[in-house]
């Protein structure tokens, strides 16, 4: 949620920022909204202190003998109840300017940051680097990864269907083993690595969604249950930053680093006819999730920080990647600033998505007040959320079913991956 302050100071600037990210939303209702909102609380203050000095004043008269019944102390009565009369109007009509505020202000997407490269889509985004060219896999017959799990007997998506519908995956047998293990490895990475493991609930309500963005505007991309005000987690971003919404944290605890695995459930909406089939876009994934509530001061380095460490994934499972600094057109909505992290599939000779690292700002920390206090200070900031997948891991799996496959039809398990294999260095079947 972006600042009316910044709003009310800086309109052209607040548009030209939008513009940037090919928004055309129009802010002037909001500035108008809350001029009236400001002129409803002046006018309310100044029938306020009337009302007080006219209490005071009629105390003062009785006080020094003056009649209850003399005209002046009923005319002064009259006064001050009409001017209660007043006041009790101005209320419902703040609440309601103040509701019709905060409805338009939750569909503003967040301002870029200025070091944000400008441009309209993806087609614009920055390539920062690229990792792992020698790890590149010479076996020149990769076939999709859904293929070879299918064939080694480790994924299953036709009886899945049967459970559920399509976009779900069973995992059977090495399959599931090797899911466990990538979600323990990456866990006790990123707990080294100085995060905090939690274990969030998955079942979430709205007011959690609506403070890190998904609702009201992404509502249709999530599951509800139909009877209770709880939604399934979309990521644990959620769930992670929630725990500390409407806080004030001290300072000292500053930064907060946690991470978490959880399912994920998408229904993937407006994306259908793309990547049907395979492990890179199901209603229902696992991921570990990477999640910092820092101080203003310190949120872009954090940030990098936060991709270095989804990096170093990556770099022990020696999959090639490269890293992508998205344009202002691509940005998420909550996001001023994002990395993504794309994994070479070499079945169709692309990079794939596979992890995005964001910059949240204040944006989520106004949105959930949550905010932090340094000793010796007055008031309160809004602390700045970070967030990023450390990993995707359906995709993770997906980009070691084909780049490390053997050229007689077996897996080799990457080496980090052993030990949580119970040594096993093939699979096959």
Known sequence: MLDIKQIRENPQLILERLKNRGDNYDIQPIVDLNQRQRDLETT????????????????????SGTSPQDAEIKDLREEGNSLKAKLGEFEPQEKEIKAEIEQRVFFIIIIPS???????????????????????????????????GEKLGILNFERAVKVAQSRFVALIGAGAALERALIQFMLNRQVEAGYVEVVPPFLINSESLTATGQLPKFAE?????????????PTAEVPLTNLYRSEIINSEELPIYHCAYTPCFRREAGSYGRDMRGLIRLHQF??????????????FDELEKLLNDAEAILQALQLPYRVIELCTGDLGFSATKTYDIEVWLPSSGKYREISSCSNCGDFQARRGNIRFKETGK????????????????????AAILENYQQPDGTLHVPSVLQPYLGGKEILEL
């Open 44 to 63: 309310r203050s100044q029938l306020q202190a009337r009302s007080n000095e006219i209490g005071k004043l009629v105390g003062q008269k009785i006080k």
């Open 114 to 148: 200025v070091s944000t490269p400008i441009g309209k889509s993806e087609e614009e985004n920055v390539e920062i680097r690229r990792w792992g060219d020698e790890y590149l896999p010479q076996n020149s017959n990769i076939i999709p990864h859904w293929e070879i």
């Open 221 to 233: 991309d999530s599951f509800k249950c139909a009877e209770d005000d709880l939604w399934l987690t």
């Open 286 to 299: 696992n991921k570990v999730e990477l999640v910092k509530l820092v101080s203003p001061e310190t949120s």
């Open 378 to 397: 007055k008031g309160t900031q809004f602390v700045h959320t970070l967030n990023g997948s450390g990993l995707a891991v359906g995709r993770t799996m």
